[in-house]
Nanobody, 116 residues
């Protein structure tokens, strides 16, 4: 059964950094692109970043371009989202997802709060 588990969220001051992890199991991780989304209270879920089957294929939303870096470790079945120069507007629950087995698989999310 395909599963994703996010971790690494927390409370950080504006300008700080966090690294989120998305650990995958139950599917051929190396063969799939993985995405990060986020959802703030009262707002729709939005795409943040995505990585293809290798580090050479990445996408970033305009709002995080230049501040966030996505990467993957295929040996560890894990995708990372390094977040720097965090802003209060980055506060949200962050989810990773994958389209595997003809369905979207989502993790449970990890809370990121950026506040002084």
């Amino acid at each position: 059964q395909a599963q994703l588990v996010e971790s690494g969220g927390g409370l950080v001051q504006p300008g700080g950094s966090l690294r989120l992890s998305c650990a995958a199991s139950g599917f051929a991780f190396n063969d799939y692109a993985i995405g990060w989304f986020r959802q703030a209270p009262g707002k729709e879920r939005e795409g943040v970043s995505c990585i293809g089957t290798s580090d050479s294929s990445t996408y970033y939303a305009d709002s995080v371009q230049g501040r966030f870096t996505i990467s993957r470790d295929n040996a560890a079945n894990t995708v990372y989202l390094q977040m720097s120069r965090l802003e209060p507007s980055d506060s949200a629950v962050y989810y990773c997802n994958v389209f595997a087995g003809a369905s979207w698989i989502w993790g449970q999310g990890t809370q990121v709060t950026v506040s002084a």
